[in-house]
């Protein structure tokens, strides 16, 4: 199995990044019902105002290659595109459990 893990920091004032994380979050948490190769998603947004990250998603999937599945899949790429315009930087670690 492989855990791809990323985090998400936005752009606005406090309440404009609240808005689009929780957003981008109930989306995300729809995509195990419309993706196969999802075995979970968990999404979280950053209760605490003094760190700088304000989204983080650790989904599970099979194999590596279902990573780029998943990423291409336009499910995702509808939620992915809610933070158009917001986002100021992602980190991404992929790795097998």
Not at 23 to 32: G, I, R, V
Not at 67 to 75: F, Q, S, T
Request: glycine share 4%.
């Amino acid at each position: 199995m492989v855990k791809h893990i990323v985090t998400f920091k936005l752009t606005g004032t406090p309440q404009e990044r609240l808005d689009v994380a929780t957003q981008f979050k109930n989306a995300l948490d729809k995509l195990p019902e419309q993706i196969d190769v999802l075995r979970s998603i968990e999404v979280g947004i950053n209760a605490n105002p003094a760190e700088s990250w304000d989204v983080v998603l650790t989904a599970i999937v099979d194999k590596m290659e279902d990573v780029d599945v998943y990423a291409k899949h336009p499910a995702h790429v509808a939620a992915a595109g809610l933070l158009a315009g917001h986002k100021a930087d992602r980190a991404c670690v992929d790795y097998v459990l």
